[in-house]
């Protein structure tokens, strides 16, 4: 196999769902038949594969950072908190839009960066992943210099990742670098209908890893453990906007159930001020420092119920539907009943539907979910049923090994077959 090189904005291996699957992905491959070229820096020493691109477009970073656990956050701090981070997004968008002005400056430069980098490390293909602005253009524009081939694996839809100037930006690159790809590779079957609606494209699958739920050498024999004399719902990962809206619907929702027989833990690395900020807070909700990805599954085993969200607002209604997140293969892997919230229409909703591996509330309807969480807690038996259903999709559609091996034929030079004209 040639070598390949990895473009992505975030290192493998960081707490956000690309960057874990990414690292997943690669675990099994040789170091020395690839690199990876990253907008992020390390923390501590990277491998030697690893190159970083210099930047000055991205000016408005946000960061994050863990915070002690916390049930409740007093509604005027709340109050206050939204609209300091309200003000903070429109500084943000201000800043990114009128740094569109210096677009063609930032990928030319950038491309050059790749090429040098893809002729140092003596690189055949390149994999640009999606989730930033100008890396899919710059690796464009790069491989067209180096005579390089360029495969684009989109984790979202690149489109409507952006908001504002920014999108019309992205719709324009978009058009240009994807039809003119060797491959692009998707999470998805709805992803792969969107773009040969859009480009007549027609994009490969490579399914989201979950994280391997063996134990290591100095966990075995540790189990996880709630302390809440409660059932417990559980959600790992990232809490952003496209998730706001069908948390608020399950907190209200749990705090009506009769005797309130659920608590909501959220591990995630965003501090709770900022999710009480969207409402997403009360008696129920129970706030968890973020855990490293290896900690997920007895995390996830320990739970009675997971928690899948996915935004019915209409601003977030074209990403929603090709979205795969990276947690929906952690979730079937636990074997645990796993709840959606998300719309009709959403990939997610529509293959745990299919494949009933998961109760699914397509509907923005509290009193509907506040009857399905009635229901699962008087109902144990269905609870194991649903996670069996679960773990056996696991095995069948998000196996590792499989996905591996479908990954590196697509990268493979001369093996680019993926994106073909449909007539």
């Not at 493998?12 to 690839?34: C, E, F, I």
Request: hydrophobic share 40%; charged share 20%.
């Amino acid at each position: 196999m040639g070598k390949f090189a990895l473009l992505t904005h975030r290192l493998p291996g960081n707490p956000s769902g690309q960057s874990l699957v990414l690292a997943r992905l690669l675990a099994g491959v040789d170091p020395t038949k690839y690199c990876v070229i990253s907008l992020q820096r390390a923390a501590s020493a990277a491998p030697a594969n690893t190159y970083y691109l210099s930047s000055f477009s991205g000016w408005a970073r946000s960061r994050t950072t863990s915070v002690p656990g916390s049930r409740a956050t007093k509604p005027g701090l709340a109050k206050r908190a939204k609209a300091l981070f309200a003000l903070y997004r429109w500084l943000n968008q201000l800043v990114n839009n009128v740094a569109l002005i210096l677009a063609p400056v930032i990928i030319r430069t950038r491309a050059k960066q790749i090429r040098r980098i893809l002729d140092d490390a003596e690189c055949t293909t390149l994999v640009a992943c999606s989730g930033e602005l100008y890396n899919l253009p710059a690796a464009h524009l790069a491989c067209q210099k180096a005579n390089a081939a360029l495969v684009v694996y989109l984790f979202d839809d690149f489109v409507h990742q952006m908001t504002g100037l920014r999108r019309l930006v992205a719709r324009k690159f978009e058009a240009k670098v994807l039809p003119n790809a060797c491959a692009v590779i998707v999470t998805n079957e709805v992803a792969v209908e969107e773009y040969r609606r859009r480009y007549g494209i027609e994009a490969v699958i490579v399914r989201n890893l979950p994280e391997d739920a063996k134990p290591g050498p100095d966990e075995q024999g540790q189990r996880y453990a709630f302390e809440t004399g409660k059932l417990n719902i559980v959600y790992t990962g990232s809490v952003y906007s496209a998730h706001y809206d069908a948390f608020r619907n399950l907190v209200r929702a749990a705090e009506t159930v009769p005797e309130r027989p659920w608590w909501l833990h959220i591990f995630t690395d965003q501090p709770p001020l900022r999710l009480a900020s969207e409402g997403i807070h009360g008696p129920v909700v129970q706030f968890r420092q973020y855990v490293p990805a290896r900690q997920i599954p007895s995390i996830l085993r320990a739970a009675d119920l997971v928690f899948l969200p996915l935004s019915f607002a209409e601003q977030h209604r074209e990403i929603v539907k090709t979205a795969s997140p990276g947690k929906l293969s952690d979730y079937l892997a636990a074997g645990k009943a796993i709840l959606v919230h998300a719309p009709e229409e959403s990939f997610v909703s529509q293959y745990c539907r299919r494949h009933q591996c998961a109760v699914v509330v397509d509907q923005n309807d509290v009193g509907e979910l506040r009857r399905v969480l009635q229901e699962l807690a008087n109902k144990p038996e269905w609870r194991e049923t649903l996670g069996r259903k679960a773990a056996e999709r696991a095995k069948t559609d998000f196996n590792p090994a499989a996905a591996r091996e479908t990954f590196l034929q697509v990268v493979q030079p001369g093996n680019y077959i993926s994106v073909e004209r449909v007539h």
